[in-house]
T-cell receptor, first 116, second 109 residues
Framework: DTGVSQNPRHKITKRGQNVTFRCDPI?????LYWYRQTLGQGPEFLTY????????KSRLLSDRFSAERPKGSFSTLEIQRTEQGDSAMYLCASSLASQTDPYEQYFGPGTRLTVT | DAKTTQPPSMDCAEGRAANLPCNHSTISGNEYVYWYRQIHSQGPQYIIH???NNETNEMASLIITEDRKSSTLILPHATLRDTAVYYCIAADSWGKLQFGAGTQVVVTP
């Protein structure tokens, strides 16, 4: 257990439905990252936050994807109008970092999404 | 972010050192070399990172060539629990990690 929790751990949804995943980072960590991992591939960076500010959105896969971190603590990742291609593991990670000094990222166990 | 190249797989005998190579010939001056590993069905786990100098921690050593175009991760005494996919990533300090396919390491008794 890294201290990063994700809920739910598994989600099965029908195509066209909206889904929301939650990530609770380690409490003092100021950065929070979202990644997606499809079968047989390494994780793919989606977006990240420093405190409540979302610093990059351009790698979110489409405008159906959005993320928030409203109070600089937990974060949510929402996928609207899900498609079968969205089936994947969604990973969250957190770190305590500054711009000039990278720290290790602690990953949660992931949320596995299956779109039927 | 610079691309990295790793062998797809390697085997290692338990108790021996495992040397995992990584090429990152297009790495830029502000990019670090990060190593993570992922044991089946778990999230990735940080191992070590470095910029120019060699680094060592309780898990591993990282050797970076002087021109920074390649590096080697050394697991000094591999155990069965070290069986995992190992990822070498070149990225800046903002930590936007782009994982490639990694190296599947299998440690055998």
């Amino acid at each position: 257990d890294t201290g990063v929790s994700q809920n739910p751990r598994h989600k099965i949804t029908k195509r066209g439905q909206n889904v929301t995943f939650r990530c609770d980072p380690i409490s003092e960590h100021n950065r929070l990252y979202w990644y997606r991992q499809t079968l047989g591939q390494g994780p793919e960076f989606l977006t990240y936050f420093q405190n409540e500010a979302q610093l990059e959105k351009s790698r979110l896969l489409s405008d159906r994807f959005s993320a928030e971190r409203p109070k600089g603590s937990f974060s949510t990742l929402e996928i609207q109008r899900t498609e079968q291609g969205d089936s994947a593991m969604y990973l969250c990670a957190s770190s305590l970092a500054s711009q000039t000094d990278p720290y290790e990222q602690y990953f949660g166990p992931g949320t596995r999404l299956t779109v039927t | 972010d610079a691309k990295t190249t790793q062998p797809p797989s390697m085997d290692c005998a338990e108790g021996r050192a495992a040397n995992l190579p990584c090429n990152h010939s297009t790495i830029s001056g502000n990019e670090y070399v990060y190593w993570y590993r992922q044991i089946h069905s778990q999230g990735p786990q940080y191992i070590i990172h470095g910029l120019k100098n060699n680094e060592t921690n309780e898990m591993a050593s990282l050797i970076i060539t002087e021109d920074r175009k390649s590096s080697t991760l050394i697991l000094p005494h591999a155990t069965l629990r070290d069986t995992a996919v190992y990822y070498c990533i070149a990225a800046d300090s903002w930590g936007k990690l782009q994982f490639g396919a990694g190296t599947q390491v299998v440690v055998t008794p």
